[in-house]
């Protein structure tokens, strides 16, 4: 069932960071793009629909490969922005739950961070399932949660140890629930898709500012993660930068900080008959 607090929660949240997203933590999700097109088998001459395209990252990237690609966004400031960066992509308003596209139309539906943020998985799989070809294929990227990711470990943990992780923002599925195995195979095999494949990749978060780029992604750079640190007191603010200074200082090497950023890619074909 649509969750429709949540989706307007994140279609906002997106609209307001839109302009900034890029520049901070999107400049390493768009690291991604290469091993995602090559996990759902794009090539040239393939007919591609990138959902979440935020930036239009993944969506120009399979131009570059030869393919046609198309990129939905839920927010019309993501649909701008990656617009102006890449006019020679089509970029088009729609959500996950409702994809702008004739069914059986397209080869690969692919999805970069998207799972986190969308508000009913089940129509986003059964739509990405309607849209595709028989033997597509539908691949996304989704996070590892805290406890094998340093990079949320640390900004989520600061929070935690210093704030409060309940204040109240709009309930959706918990943004790290895919790392599950067989959370993603009963979605997947549920809609109509074969077995799945899993590939881990290793991103890294790379700054000579530390402490204070990653305080700039709490406040800039995403949406849940951004709401999440607004809503702390001044008093709490202050001591969860207190926190991420001290956390992130095992990974400052010269004056530069680099911290991993651990991401997986599912993958799986829609059977035929």
């Known amino acids: 069932m649509r969750n429709q607090a949540f989706q307007e929660f994140e279609r906002t949240g997106w609209e307001e960071v839109a302009s900034s997203y890029a520049g901070s933590i999107g400049r390493v999700t768009a690291g991604v793009a290469g091993p995602l097109l090559d996990a759902a088998g794009v090539e040239r001459g393939s007919v591609v629909l990138d959902v979440a395209t935020g930036p239009g990252w993944v969506a120009a990237a399979a131009v570059e490969r030869g393919a046609s690609a198309l990129g939905v966004d839920i927010a019309q400031a993501m649909v701008d922005e990656a617009s102006r960066r890449y006019p020679y992509v089509e970029f088009r308003l729609g959500s996950a739950e409702e994809l702008p596209v004739d069914s059986g139309t397209v080869d690969t539906v692919v999805s970069a961070f998207g799972m986190p943020h969308f508000a009913d998985h089940h129509a986003f799989a059964a739509e990405a399932f309607r ?127 680099a911290i991993p950023l651990r991401a997986f890619i599912v993958a799986a074909d829609k059977l035929v008959g």
């Not at 990711?149 to 989520?156: I, K, M, S």
């Not at 809609?191 to 978060?205: D, K």
């Open 131 to 257: 849209v595709l070809r028989p033997g597509g294929r539908l691949a996304f990227s989704s996070w590892l949660p805290p406890a094998r990711n340093p990079f949320f470990d640390v900004v989520l943990g600061a929070i935690a140890r210093q704030g409060s992780l309940d204040v109240g923002l709009p309930a959706g599925v918990d943004m790290f629930h895919w790392a599950a195995d067989e959370a993603c195979d009963d979605l997947l095999t549920g809609a109509g898709f074969g077995p799945a494949t899993r590939e881990l990749v290793e991103l890294v978060w790379t700054d000579e500012d530390g402490p204070a780029a990653m305080l700039d992604f709490l406040e800039r750079g995403g949406v849940r993660s951004r709401a999440l640190f607004l809503a702390q007191t001044a008093e709490a603010k202050s001591a969860i930068a207190d926190d991420i200074a001290s956390s992130l200082a095992a990974y400052e090497r010269d004056g530069r900080w």
